[in-house]
């Protein structure tokens, strides 16, 4: 088995091993759709979000949810590696140590996939929220969301001096980020000035996205150019900052 | 040829001078040892060696490949035991293994590592559940999982108990007895003495001996001296007559006879033809430590 394959599922391994990290990643999403989906205000039309149905407008936010659990828990794991020395251990072997990163975000984007799928099958089977019409849009939209979450949990983690400090950081700035993807209140509900400001923040752009696929439309340009923006920026300042030890 | 060359090597912190000048060469399948006190420069010297630090000035060769400039090719021939690095806590002895066999062309088998490690019962152990001992033996096993030509062993036995340290230089020497040259960084003299064939002593970043364990002792000072109770009243000019003898002592109910070269001979058979029993006869020689001290001007652990 190459390097990169051996480690992939070691990591995947560990993963599930820290039940914390896969409740919280796995988990947490489908239940709190769940929990939406059971109030029946949320299942009716509202004419606040122009007719549509409240739990078809939550289905876009909790898979970008999703996607925040895992580059939390990216930034917690890298952080502590290097903490504890296991990154500096592992620079003493012929791997190259961006193949530690590849595995990660290997492990990270499959099973947020999973997440992904697990939400969107209980959203059309418990509560009739249409399937992405346009596929393709749909898994371009993600992996630009995905991309450009992991980047900034990415970027935590290269900043972040201890792994405890990044799980605190990665969660402080994903909290108002998930308030901009319309967590509390969604985008169609929002005023101009706030839809405005969700417009350039990564998940807020990538609900946007997602919404749109479902639809049946590709996603805006500025959306797409948000999400493209924030792994440059994010990704490229992680590794400018990154230490191995 | 030698295997490891180190040349003028100069490692600064800031103001700090680390490294300053230091030289030695390493031949195939030898021990070798760095020793110093804590804070000389040893470990600094050894991760501009294994490539995890870029020197300021100076040359290192390794297995011909200079570490500043390797493309992977060293690493796959040096193993390094580092200080103070963990693993995942939760990964188990025997997942460590398989992973860090796939980083190598040509891994050990590592089952038999395992088994040489004395970590065979505990294949499915999680890292944080081992001793520090198991601890230490999984460091070494992951250090020779690649089939190395050259292990890099740092402060090895720290920590560990005596029992413990014992059974790991035995493993050193099962080690080299199967081809590895062993770069060795300690600051305890008995175990410099018992594994090295070659030490070099730093001392605040500056290399202040490079010789043979005997050959340090030797280098300081020749003398011996020989203890013992005379089972009869001996006239102290028997032994002061002998040219290897330069004084003679007593110290309560002992004999005790400075000398050099046979000394023990020399006294022994001196007292035989007196028909004198030497009774607790001990011979003490200038220890590692004593040479340490003559060479730094100060105890290595003060």
């Known amino acids: 088995m190459s ?62 949810m999703g996607l925040a659990m895992f580059a939390n828990s990216l930034s917690q794991l890298f952080a502590t590696y290097r903490e504890k020395g296991v990154l500096r251990r592992m620079r003493t072997t012929p791997v190259r140590p961006g193949v530690m990163l590849g595995a990660q975000l290997l492990m990270s984007t499959g099973l947020s996939v999973v997440t992904m799928l697990v939400v969107l099958a209980i959203g059309r089977l418990a509560f009739d929220v249409g399937l992405p019409r346009q596929l393709p849009a749909y898994l371009v939209s993600y992996v630009l969301a995905a991309l450009a979450v992991f980047a900034i949990g990415l970027l935590v983690a290269a900043i972040a001096p201890t792994g405890k400090s990044a799980g605190a950081t990665a969660s402080l700035l994903f909290l108002p980020l998930m308030v901009f993807s319309g967590l509390w209140m969604p985008r169609a509900g929002m005023n101009d000035v706030l839809r405005r400001i969700s417009d350039f923040t990564p998940l807020g752009a990538g609900v946007q996205s997602l919404q749109d696929a479902t639809a049946g439309h590709w996603p805006q340009p500025l959306h797409m150019a948000v999400m493209l923006g924030w792994t440059i920026v994010a990704g490229g300042l992680a590794a400018r900052y990154f230490r191995w030890e | 040829m030698a295997i490891i060359e180190v040349d003028g090597l100069v490692k600064r912190y800031g103001d700090h001078t680390a490294v300053d000048g230091v030289s030695f060469a390493v031949e195939h399948g030898e021990i070798f040892g760095i020793l110093g006190p804590n804070g000389a420069g040893k470990t600094t010297t050894v991760e501009c060696i294994e490539g995890l630090r870029t020197r ?29 690095s963990e693993l995942p806590d939760k990964l188990q002895v025997g997942e460590a293994m398989e992973l860090y066999s796939s980083f190598y062309r040509n891994p050990a088998d590592w089952h038999e590592l395992i088994d040489m490690l004395n970590l065979a019962e505990k294949i499915d152990t999680q890292f944080r559940h081992l001793s520090g001992g198991q601890k230490q033996r999984l460091s070494i096993a992951l250090a020779l999982v690649g089939n190395p030509r050259v292990a890099v062993l740092d402060e090895l036995t720290t920590g560990l108990d005596p029992q413990a340290r ?91 006879v400075t ?13 035989a033809r007196n028909q004198v029993v030497a009774a607790d006869l001990r011979v003490e020689q200038t220890s590692l430590d004593d040479a340490f001290v003559a060479l730094t001007g100060r105890p290595i652990d003060a």
């Not at chain 2, 570490?67 to 103070?84: A, K, T």
């Not at chain 2, 790991?168 to 175990?191: C, N, P, Q, S, Y």
């Not at chain 2, 070269?261 to 020399?266: D, P, Y």
Request: hydrophobic share 45%; proline share 6%; charged share 20%.
């Open chain 2, 166 to 256: 014992r059974d790991t230089w035995d493993l050193i020497e099962g080690i080299r007895d199967r081809g590895v040259t062993i770069l060795l960084v300690t600051h305890f003299m008995a175990e410099a003495e018992r594994l090295c064939d070659k030490l070099a002593v730093i001392d605040s970043g500056r290399l202040v001996a490079l010789d043979s364990p005997a050959g340090l002792v030797a280098r300081v000072d020749g003398r011996q001296r020989v203890r013992f109770r005379p089972s009869a009243p001996l006239d102290h000019a028997v032994l002061t007559a002998l040219p290897e003898v330069t004084s003679v002592e007593r110290a309560g109910g002992q004999l005790v």
């Open chain 1, 3 to 64: 390097a990169l394959t051996r480690l992939t599922a070691t990591e995947t391994r560990l993963f599930f091993r820290e039940p914390m990290l896969v409740f919280f990643a796995l988990a947490f999403p489908p239940i709190v759709l769940v929990v939406l989906g059971s109030i029946p205000a949320m299942r009716e039309p509202n004419a606040s979000f122009g007719g549509m149905r409240v739990i078809s407008l939550y289905v876009p936010i909790i898979v970008v």
């Open chain 2, 56 to 84: 300021d000035e100076g040359t290192i060769r390794v297995c011909g490949i200079d570490p500043q400039r390797d493309n992977g090719e060293l690493r796959q021939m040096l193993g390094s035991q580092l200080q103070e």
């Open chain 2, 259 to 271: 000398g050099r070269g046979n000394l023990l001979l020399a006294v022994t058979t001196a007292l």
